[in-house]
C-alpha cells in the first residue's frame, strides 16, 4: 500500500502572474511556500487540508476534467465577497439535489471551481446512531 504522507494539486496557467492574483488576491488564499524565481515561479497556497500549487507555464489551456472542489463555511458570504472582489460568477449558490449549497467559478484559465456549504443536517456532516 502507498503510504501517502502529504498531497497537493497542481496547476499549470497559461498566465502565472494572472492566477497568482487570482487565488491569492482576488480568492484570498494564504501562501504556504514560494520557490523560484521570475514570472514562472512556484507558488504553494493553503487549500484547507491540501494544497494547491501553481507552478510553471502551460501553453494550452488546462483539461475541462480538471475541478477543484472547495468547502467553505457560508457559501451565500463567499458569494458576496467574491462578488465585490470582481470574481466572475459561473453560477450563484444553488441547493443541489443531493443536499449540497454548491456556486460555480473559474479560475482565468477556466478551471471550473465549485465552492460547496455542506449544511448541519447533511449526511456528509450528521451520521444517525453514531
Given at each position: 500500500m502507498v503510504h501517502v504522507l502529504g498531497s497537493r494539486v497542481l496547476l499549470r496557467p497559461t498566465d502565472?502572474?494572472?492566477?497568482?492574483?487570482?487565488?491569492?488576491?482576488?480568492?484570498?488564499?494564504?501562501?504556504y511556500r514560494e520557490f523560484g524565481t521570475g514570472p514562472e515561479r512556484g507558488t504553494v497556497y493553503f487549500l484547507g487540508g491540501g494544497f494547491l500549487e501553481l507552478s510553471g507555464r502551460s501553453d494550452p489551456a488546462p483539461?475541462?476534467?480538471?475541478?477543484?472542489?472547495?468547502?467553505?463555511?457560508?457559501?451565500?458570504a463567499a458569494h458576496e465577497e467574491l462578488r465585490e472582489k470582481g470574481?466572475?460568477?459561473?453560477?450563484?449558490?444553488?441547493?443541489?439535489?443531493?443536499g449540497l449549497i454548491e456556486m460555480w467559478i473559474a479560475d482565468p484559465d477556466g478551471t471550473p471551481i465549485v465552492l460547496?456549504?455542506?449544511?448541519?443536517?447533511?449526511?456528509?456532516?450528521?451520521?444517525?446512531g453514531i
Open positions: 502565472p502572474e494572472r492566477s497568482r492574483a487570482f487565488y491569492g488576491g482576488q480568492l484570498g488564499l494564504a501562501v483539461s475541462p476534467a480538471v475541478r477543484l472542489w472547495l468547502q467553505v463555511a457560508d457559501v451565500g470574481v466572475g460568477i459561473v453560477r450563484p449558490p444553488v441547493k443541489e439535489p443531493w460547496v456549504e455542506i449544511p448541519a443536517e447533511h449526511p456528509l456532516r450528521f451520521r444517525p
